[in-house]
């Protein structure tokens, strides 16, 4: 058994697509954090983030399956592929009328996971992450930052709940709040 940590992508690709699990696996594991990234940016009111990592990790396996060398990188086609097996999945539940997945928040557009950046670009993100920490203390509530770091931090509404003691609902008008009161010190700190 050879160490696929050592491969490239596109060597574990190959594999992958020639039938080795064991380099599909590694690939998965690779570029979960992608899947993460872009299933946390939804909140789902009553609902949890588990299902939309789980159609994230469906995108990403076919990522793997269909990935074509010759048309670019594969971290932008997978982020392509997981973005948009999540996106089909929040439209299709809000189309049938699923409330927990109707309901969901967007999270403001963010950085990729960090651990997919080069140094430099992790050291702007590390920087603005305490930047932005610095901010949030000043302008929430204790307990809107107390929610909304965690939920930044990857955290489920079900966690959220059980650590704040509050209802879902008040978790997601912290969130929001949290959101609105952001936006508007950062708006006007683009003004200055």
Do not use: W
Request: glycine share 6%; charged share 35%.
């Amino acid at each position: 058994m050879s160490n696929y940590t050592v491969k490239t992508d596109e060597e574990c690709i190959a594999l992958a697509q020639g039938g080795d699990k064991l380099a599909e696996e590694e690939l998965l594991i690779r570029y979960r954090s992608v899947v993460l990234f872009f299933a946390r940016k939804y909140f789902l009111i009553g609902g949890e983030t588990e299902d939309l990592i789980q159609e994230g990790m469906i995108g990403l396996c076919q990522a793997v399956g269909e990935y074509q060398a010759d048309k670019g990188k594969f971290k932008s086609f997978a982020t392509l592929c997981v973005s948009r097996k999540i996106m089909d999945a929040v439209k299709k539940a809000s189309s049938r009328k699923n409330a927990p997945m109707h309901n969901y928040v967007s999270i403001a557009d963010g950085e990729m996971p960090s651990d997919l950046q080069d140094p430099d670009e992790k050291m702007i993100c590390d920087d603005d992450r305490r930047e932005l920490n610095k901010m949030m203390s000043r302008i929430l509530t204790d307990v809107e930052f107390k929610v909304f770091t965690m939920y930044m931090d990857g955290a489920s509404c079900a966690e959220i709940c059980e650590t704040t003691g509050k209802t879902p609902k008040s978790v997601d008008n912290a969130v929001q709040r949290s959101k609105q009161k952001l936006r508007k010190a950062l708006k006007a700190k683009e003004e200055k």
